[in-house]
């Protein structure tokens, strides 16, 4: 996971999900107890997800940039 998290810092990867080993399993246990659920349930049902922003960070400079001169 760390050598995906890397990539993603370097701008070699857009992003990284990472599901747990146990993930559909708990997934269903999840839905099926819901307020009940155990939190090994709930940690193990949760999806992980790294992302390259800068390109998003960029986007919305530029966005913001036109806003303004369009006054």
């Given at each position: 996971m760390e050598t995906a998290k890397q990539s993603v810092k370097k701008g070699?990867?857009?992003?990284?999900?990472?599901?747990?080993?146990?993930?559909?399993?708990?997934?269903?246990l999840r839905l099926d107890e819901g307020m009940d659920a155990s939190n090994t349930t709930i940690e193990e049902s949760d999806l992980r997800v790294h992302l390259d922003m800068s390109s998003m960070l960029a986007h919305m400079n530029i966005y913001k940039y036109?806003?303004?001169?369009l006054k």
């Amino acid at each position: 996971m760390e050598t995906a998290k890397q990539s993603v810092k370097k701008g070699a990867t857009t992003g990284v999900l990472h599901f747990h080993r146990n993930f559909s399993r708990q997934l269903q246990l999840r839905l099926d107890e819901g307020m009940d659920a155990s939190n090994t349930t709930i940690e193990e049902s949760d999806l992980r997800v790294h992302l390259d922003m800068s390109s998003m960070l960029a986007h919305m400079n530029i966005y913001k940039y036109k806003a303004l001169n369009l006054k």
